[in-house]
């Protein structure tokens, strides 16, 4: 049986079109916050080369689809893949996109 009434987490990965200054990493996590005001702090893992969000399984979707039209001036981000481990999208990132290093704001 699957999990009744319960949500399951889930984590996006998404490329970075450049590297951002930590000014644009902050006004990107200010988006987010705004956009998503149920996401915590530690939902956001800033990578050299990508960025992994915490979702549901009942809002991954949406996040997959509607995180890569925020974007500030030439700064964008695509959704790469999604997962319920984090480990394997920090792989991932770390393995077809170049070190795997996370960012502190």
Do not use: C
């Not at 902050?26 to 979702?55: C, D, H, M, Q």
């Not at 480990?87 to 795997?100: E, Q």
Request: aromatic share 8%; proline share 3%.
């Amino acid at each position: 049986m699957g999990r009744v009434g319960k949500k399951r987490k889930r984590y996006v990965l998404f490329t970075l079109g450049s590297e951002p200054s930590s000014e644009i990493r902050e006004e990107f996590t200010r988006l987010l916050f705004k956009r998503y005001p149920a996401l915590s702090k530690t939902a956001v893992v800033w990578l050299t080369n990508g960025v992994i969000l915490r979702a549901d399984s009942a809002s991954f979707k949406e996040m997959r689809e509607e995180v890569p039209q925020l974007h500030l001036g030439d700064f964008r981000v695509n959704a790469l893949s999604s997962s319920g481990s984090i480990s394997k999208l920090k792989r991932l990132a770390g393995g077809s996109l170049g070190r795997d290093e996370v960012l502190q704001l």
